[in-house]
Each structure stands twice: as C-alpha cells, then as structure tokens.
C-alpha cells in the first residue's frame, strides 16, 4: 500500500518528481502515459495491472492573460486507496501554491524545482504512505474490538439465576 512516484509539472514540462520504480519499468510507463493525457478540469486516472495513476488539473491564467495549466500526478499500487491518492495530490496542490507564482515555476524548463523541490515531495510522499499504513491499522484494530465485542456480548447471559438455581431475576 503505497505511493510510489510523484510529479508537479506546467503545460506538460516536469518541474519536479520523485520516486523509484521497483516494478520493472511499470511505474514509469504508467507516470508517462498519465502525463500524456490532454488536460481537463479535474482529475484524470490511468491503470495498468496492479498499479493505478492519477492527476489532478489546475487551470489558470497569467499576467500576460495566456493560458496555464498544472498537473500534480501520482502512482500508487491497487492497495492504497484512492482517496489517499487524491487527498496527497490536493495537499500537494495548496503546497505549491505561493511556488507557483515565482518565477522559476512560471517559466523554467524540466526539472527546474528538482533539487528544491523533489525532497520536499519525497518527504510528502513517505508522509502519505505513513500514515495510510497507519490508517490501515487503525481500522484493522477497531474491526478487531468490534469482533470482539460481538463476542462479548454473544457470551453474556440473557438473564442470571440465583445459587439456588430456583428463582431467576430478569
């Protein structure tokens, strides 16, 4: 249950990413073809076997009135949920908000945030995956005490009798 690459990027250039592909070239096929995806409002998904992709648009203008786009994407495996997945996209979003008005956000070329940027992102990522391991747990546990509550309960007689076994009381 994972996150397992992360990108910002600006009309399709990467400004920054991170993340390692451990699955034999899959994480990065499934990244590019997420990329490659024309814009639209919103969010965008891709899948490819265990792995799932999402992106997440954020359309705007500058000074000059020209169009702008935003794209912050992830890759995650099957097990993480999608929600985590979108809800790592949006803080990373509201994050690079004040990065997006310099300069070098605005006009740089490829990788341009790498070495600001992607430990940032890198930190952010192990964040999510933390604590959606941590989450996991948390609801494994409460299934756990609720079971055994059932139980509890299950196990508890109706009604007690009194020693004598003659006179029960309800």
């Known amino acids: 249950m994972a996150l397992l690459w992360a990108a910002v990027t600006r009309d399709g250039i990467v400004l920054a990413e991170c993340g390692e592909?451990?699955?034999?070239?899959?994480?990065?096929?499934?990244?590019?073809?997420i990329l490659k995806k024309k814009p639209t409002p919103g969010?965008?998904?891709d899948r490819s076997g265990a792995l799932r992709a999402v992106?997440?648009?954020?359309?705007?203008r500058r000074e000059n009135g020209t169009e702008i786009c935003w794209a912050m994407a992830c890759v995650h495996d099957s097990n993480l949920?999608?929600?985590?997945?979108?809800?790592?996209l949006e803080k990373l979003a509201f994050?690079?908000?004040?990065?997006?008005?310099?300069?070098?956000?605005?006009?740089?070329?490829t990788l341009v945030a790498q070495d600001s940027f992607a430990p940032t992102l890198?930190?952010?990522?192990?964040?999510?995956?933390?604590?959606?391991?941590?989450?996991m747990i948390s609801s494994q546990v409460n299934e756990v005490k609720d079971l055994m509550h059932s139980n509890i309960e299950l196990r508890t007689p109706l009604h007690?009798?009194?020693?004598?076994?003659?006179v029960c009381a309800h």
């Open 81 to 88: 949920d999608s929600l985590q997945a979108k809800g790592f």
């Open 55 to 60: 992106k997440f648009h954020i359309h705007g």
């Open 160 to 166: 007690t009798c009194t020693p004598s076994g003659n």
């Open 95 to 109: 994050l690079t908000e004040p990065l997006r008005e310099t300069r070098q956000w605005l006009e740089g070329g």
């Open 122 to 135: 890198l930190q952010r990522m192990e964040q999510a995956n933390s604590l959606g391991k941590t989450a």
């Open 21 to 33: 592909d451990t699955r034999a070239g899959e994480v990065l096929k499934l990244a590019k073809g």
């Open 43 to 45: 969010w965008e998904f």
